[in-house]
């Protein structure tokens, strides 16, 4: 069965996206990346983007000094999830829910709860081209407070980077991007056209074009096309 994509993940995808093809510059897009990771993955109040070039790490964005003094700790000491994200062969993600009950990585979790309000964090692979080029990196003030709800936003959002990042570096045509968005605005527009016929939740909502496109074999964006069409005939 297809996963639906919940609503505020779509929001988030056309935003970076219009910031994508806008012309922006890439410090927009890895700010863009940071602000929604706080705004929409349960438990995070900080995030940070890092990168790795010819061998050197570094962090390109954070939504505010938290973050990036973490990312900071863990350079110095080589340690932590977020590094580990990038380093190791699996898995694509790695987590400290709670700092204070223990972690794998004693002498950071030691200088982060001593230094800093984060008491949960973890990491997430970003690949371009089918290489680990970075980690986006989510820190929460409340233990316990990343979950597997969050886990799989932050994998949502990391897919959507990777995606972008290759974009940017192969300098991609915006009318490539823009036929992306346009696609999202038309499946957020039969989204809401069904919610409101139905009565439905947001999520029911995603899940009836998800179902229609599985059974036809088209892709979602069509289906949305076709809800759109036949309101307008007033034939839905």
């Known amino acids: 069965m297809t996963t639906p994509v919940p609503t505020e993940l779509l929001t988030a995808f056309r935003s970076m996206a219009e910031v994508v093809y806008a012309g922006e510059s890439y410090d927009s897009v890895y700010d863009a990346l940071c602000r929604s990771?706080?705004?929409?993955?349960?438990?995070?109040?900080?995030?940070?983007?890092?990168?790795?070039?010819?061998?050197?790490?570094?962090?390109?964005?954070?939504?505010?000094?938290?973050?990036?003094q973490v990312d900071e700790l863990e350079k110095q000491l080589e340690q932590g999830p977020c590094l580990d994200a990038m380093d190791e062969a699996e898995p694509d993600q790695h987590l400290c829910a709670d700092l204070t009950s223990g972690s794998q990585w004693p002498v950071l979790a030691a200088r982060i709860l001593e230094q800093t309000s984060v008491r949960g964090m973890a990491g997430f692979r970003i690949r371009q081209d089918g290489q680990k080029v970075g980690a986006l990196n989510v820190f929460s003030d409340t233990p316990g407070a990343l979950t597997e709800k969050s886990l799989d936003?932050?994998?949502?959002?990391?897919?959507?980077?990777?995606?972008?990042?290759?974009?940017?570096?192969?300098?991609?045509?915006?009318?490539?991007?823009?036929?992306g968005l346009e696609s999202n605005r038309e499946i957020g527009k039969a989204v809401g056209l069904l919610m409101a016929m139905h009565k439905i939740s947001d999520d029911a909502a995603f899940e009836m074009?998800?179902?229609?496109?599985?059974?036809?074999?088209?892709k979602v964006a069509e289906v949305a096309a076709q809800v759109i069409a036949h309101h307008i005939k007033g034939d839905l």
């Not at 993955?41 to 964005?61: E, K, P, Q, Y």
């Not at 998800?210 to 074999?217: D, I, T, Y």
Request: net charge positive; aromatic share 2%; proline share 0%.
């Open 37 to 68: 990771a706080v705004q929409l993955i349960s438990g995070c109040d900080h995030a940070s983007l890092m990168l790795r070039r010819r061998g050197r790490t570094f962090t390109v964005a954070s939504s505010d000094s938290t973050a990036l």
């Open 153 to 179: 936003q932050a994998l949502m959002l990391t897919a959507f980077a990777s995606v972008t990042l290759t974009a940017l570096e192969r300098g991609e045509e915006a009318s490539t991007l823009r036929r």
């Open 209 to 218: 074009l998800a179902k229609v496109s599985q059974e036809m074999n088209v």
